[in-house]
């Protein structure tokens, strides 16, 4: 057993160096990083969470004149937490952004060939194309 402090403040550099190679300005909150977990499974979440923290950055907070014009302070902030929750360890990604757009997930599922052009989807049915 290992605690995610090494891997949640690789984090903090991932937040840092996306965020200023896109201009924004965005701050990272962790919490639970001394939560252990076998050493198997928090190698394998380093890429996954990069990949969720990189994604959280660069798709869902928006430029600084988009956030206040929305009424949103100009700095984005993101969340890692990890805590226990009924028996299990619960890693969780938040971010305050504007949200996924669904007619922008469909466009790409049908560029990739995830579906059909033509498609009728629910809102909510496009934001499970993302899993």
Known sequence: ????????????RIVRDTSKALAKDVVIEISGEQTELDKTVVDQL???????????????????????AAGKPAVGHVW???????GQI??????????MDAKKLIAKAIEKGVIRPGTQMSDQDAYHLVF
């Open 1 to 12: 057993m290992v605690p995610l402090k090494q891997t949640f403040q690789k984090m903090q």
């Open 80 to 86: 890692l937490s990890a805590v226990h929750r009924g």
């Open 46 to 68: 380093g890429d996954p969470l990069v990949h969720l923290i990189r994604n959280a950055v660069d798709h869902g907070i928006e430029s600084a004149e988009k956030r206040v």
């Open 90 to 99: 619960v890693i969780e990604v938040r971010e305050d952004g504007g949200g």
